[in-house]
C-alpha cells in the first residue's frame, strides 16, 4: 500500500488525467474492468464550469516515439459531470481524483466547491494550464498566480488538492513552490510540450487549432529532469509522468523523486498499461525500499 496525501492506495501507478475514459472502458470491458482495474487512483479528464465541444478535428498527430494533440477539453460542464458521470466513476473500485479548469478564480471556486462536496470524489486536481481572465496570464506559468489561486481555493474543501504543473516554463520548480505555499498537498507534472507539426504534402498543420501537446515516450526525459528540479524545491509529494510505458520507466520517476507515477499516451496503446506497470514494478520496489521513494538532493 501507498500513502498518498492520507489516501490509501494499492500501488504507485495511476492515469494521466484524458488518457483513458473508464465509463467507456467499462461499456467495452463491463465488469471485467472492475475486477481487474489497471490504476491505483483514477484521474477524470478535466472538466470545466460550462459544457464545451472540444476542438474540430484533427485533434491528433503522430510523431516520433509520441504524439501531439489538441482535444481542447470537450466535457459535459460541472452540472453534467456531477448528475452523469461522477456516479459512474464513483462505482469504480479505487478513489477518484477530479481534474478541473476555470480561466478566474470564481469559476475554480465553484469547480472546487461542486465536486469536494461529493463523496465519490477523493481529492481534485487543478489544471493550471489555461489563461487567468483578468491578468491574460497563464496561470501555470506564474508562480505568484499559482499561489494566489491556491490561496482562494484551499479554504474551499478538506480534500487534498494536486496541482498539475505545466512544462512550458523556464522554472517549474518555482511554479510547485508557489503552488505549495498555496497549500496544494501535491504536484503532478508534466502536462504535454507545446508542439505543431506541419503535414508535408499539404503544407497544413497536422492539428487543426495549429498547435497542440506533445507527449510520450519523446518526452520523458524532459518529465524526468522537470521532475528532479521539483523534487529538490518542494516537500509535497508528487504524481511523476511522462512517456511511462514499463516499469523500469516508472522507475526512473521513482528514482528522480516522484511518489506515484501516472500512465498517458500508452494507455491508447495498451489500455491495460497501468497494470503491466504495477506488475513490473511491485518486485523492484520492495527491493529498493527506501531508495526508490527517496529525493535527489539537486
Ligand atoms: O483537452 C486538451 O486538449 C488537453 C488538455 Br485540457 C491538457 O491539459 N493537456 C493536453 O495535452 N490536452
Known amino acids: 500500500m501507498v500513502d498518498f496525501c492520507g489516501i490509501e492506495l494499492r500501488h504507485p501507478v495511476v492515469n494521466a488525467s484524458g488518457t483513458f475514459d473508464a465509463i467507456?472502458?467499462?461499456?467495452?470491458?463491463?465488469?471485467?474492468?472492475?475486477?481487474?482495474?489497471?490504476?491505483?487512483?483514477?484521474?477524470?479528464?478535466?472538466?470545466?464550469?460550462?459544457?464545451?465541444?472540444?476542438?474540430?478535428?484533427?485533434?491528433?498527430?503522430?510523431?516520433?516515439?509520441?504524439?501531439?494533440?489538441?482535444i481542447g477539453l470537450p466535457n459535459k460542464g460541472l452540472e453534467g459531470f456531477l448528475a452523469e458521470d461522477l456516479p459512474q466513476l464513483g462505482e469504480l473500485p479505487v478513489p477518484l481524483i477530479v481534474s478541473v479548469m476555470a480561466t478566474n478564480h470564481e469559476d475554480f471556486a465553484r469547480l472546487v466547491r461542486g465536486a469536494g462536496e461529493r463523496d465519490e470524489v477523493a481529492a481534485i486536481e487543478l489544471n493550471v494550464s489555461c489563461p487567468n481572465v483578468h491578468s491574460g496570464l497563464i496561470v501555470g506559468e506564474q508562480p505568484a498566480e499559482t499561489e494566489a489561486l491556491l490561496e482562494a481555493l484551499r479554504p474551499l474543501t478538506q480534500k487534498p488538492i494536486l496541482v498539475k504543473l505545466t512544462p512550458n516554463v523556464a522554472d517549474p520548480a518555482a511554479v510547485a513552490v508557489g503552488a505549495e505555499q498555496g497549500g496544494?498537498?501535491?504536484?503532478?507534472?508534466?502536462?504535454?510540450?507545446?508542439?505543431?507539426?506541419?503535414?508535408?504534402?499539404?503544407?497544413?498543420?497536422?492539428?487543426?487549432a495549429g498547435h497542440g501537446g506533445l507527449s510520450g515516450p519523446a518526452v520523458r526525459p524532459v518529465a524526468i529532469a522537470q521532475t528532479r528540479a521539483v523534487a529538490a524545491a518542494v516537500s509535497i509529494p508528487i504524481v511523476g509522468m511522462g512517456g511511462v510505458t514499463s516499469g523500469a520507466d516508472a522507475l526512473e520517476f521513482f528514482a528522480a523523486g516522484a511518489t506515484l507515477v501516472a500512465v498517458g499516451t500508452e494507455n491508447f496503446r495498451d489500455p491495460g498499461a497501468g497494470r503491466r506497470v504495477a506488475?513490473?514494478?511491485?518486485?523492484?520496489?520492495?527491493?529498493?525500499?527506501?531508495?526508490?521513494?527517496?529525493?535527489?538532493?539537486?
Do not use: C
Not at 279 to 298: M, T
Open 24 to 70: 467507456a472502458a467499462r461499456r467495452v470491458y463491463g465488469d471485467a474492468l472492475l475486477e481487474s482495474f489497471p490504476f491505483s487512483a483514477f484521474v477524470s479528464k478535466t472538466i470545466t464550469p460550462e459544457p464545451r465541444a472540444g476542438n474540430e478535428p484533427q485533434r491528433i498527430w503522430e510523431t516520433p516515439a509520441g504524439m501531439i494533440n489538441s
Open 279 to 298: 506488475d513490473e514494478i511491485a518486485g523492484p520496489l520492495e527491493n529498493r525500499e527506501g531508495v526508490a521513494l527517496s529525493r535527489p538532493s539537486a
Open 184 to 208: 496544494a498537498d501535491a504536484v503532478s507534472l508534466i502536462n504535454t510540450l507545446k508542439a505543431s507539426a506541419i503535414d508535408p504534402l499539404s503544407g497544413e498543420p497536422g492539428i487543426a
